[in-house]
């Protein structure tokens, strides 16, 4: 059995409190990865090209106020 499935296993015996930990903790983590993701986009500027398409939205008036 791979450590993988070892996992799994004890995770599906968890009790629901430790189970929502758990879920909570993976969350979290996939959020900051996200973040650490975002801004190393940002910063190598692959997502320049957004501005240029909320700059053309704006031009035709169709750039929503938030």
């Given at each position: 059995m791979s450590i993988v499935e070892e996992?799994?296993?004890?995770?599906?015996?968890?009790?629901?409190?430790?189970?929502?930990?758990?879920?909570?903790?993976?969350?979290?983590?996939?959020?900051?990865?996200?973040?650490?993701?975002?801004?190393?986009?940002?910063e190598s500027g692959k997502l320049d090209?957004?501005?240029?398409?909320?700059?053309?939205?704006?031009?035709?008036?169709?750039?929503?106020?938030?």
């Open positions: 996992i799994l296993r004890s995770i599906e015996s968890l009790p629901e409190e430790d189970y929502v930990r758990l879920r909570e903790w993976f969350s979290e983590r996939d959020w900051e990865k996200w973040d650490r993701q975002i801004k190393t986009d940002s090209f957004l501005a240029g398409e909320a700059d053309d939205e704006k031009v035709k008036g169709k750039l929503k106020e938030l």
